[in-house]
């Protein structure tokens, strides 16, 4: 399911939208055409679609050269407020976990 959330966004970045269906997931972004604007347009749409912030060490070629390689980052930024709870599977539409509440 990241794998279509990135695909949407980049859908929307000028640079690529025209090949993003037509790209592999391991396809390299920056000869698919991605300028530096447009992986600032691609964080900044993915955080907004997630509910994620990009650590700024994350900010590397290498996390915006595939869909894969975004995928990779994305599992490791979800946001703290959407951790399931233990023994707990729930997921969104987006692969995410889903937050729970315990009774009280």
Same mark, same amino acid.
């Given at each position: 399911?990241?794998?279509?959330?990135?695909?949407?966004?980049?859908?929307?970045?000028?640079?690529?939208? =025209?090949?993003?269906?037509?790209?592999?997931?391991?396809?390299?972004?920056?000869?698919?055409?991605?300028?530096?604007?447009?992986?600032?347009?691609?964080?900044?749409?993915?955080?907004?679609?997630?509910?994620?912030?990009?650590?700024?060490?994350?900010?590397?070629?290498?996390?915006? =050269?595939?869909?894969?390689?975004?995928?990779?980052?994305?599992?490791?930024?979800?946001?703290?407020?959407?951790?399931?709870?233990?023994? =707990?599977?729930?997921?969104?539409?987006?692969?995410?976990?889903?937050?729970?509440?315990?009774?009280?």
């Amino acid at each position: 399911m990241l794998h279509e959330t990135v695909r949407n966004v980049l859908r929307r970045i000028d640079d690529v939208a =025209s090949s993003v269906d037509t790209l592999g997931n391991d396809a390299d972004l920056f000869e698919a055409g991605l300028s530096s604007y447009g992986t600032v347009e691609v964080m900044v749409g993915l955080e907004s679609a997630l509910g994620i912030e990009f650590p700024e060490q994350m900010l590397t070629r290498d996390t915006f =050269s595939s869909i894969n390689a975004l995928v990779r980052v994305l599992q490791t930024l979800r946001p703290a407020t959407a951790m399931p709870a233990a023994g =707990s599977d729930a997921v969104d539409a987006n692969g995410w976990p889903v937050a729970t509440e315990t009774a009280r």
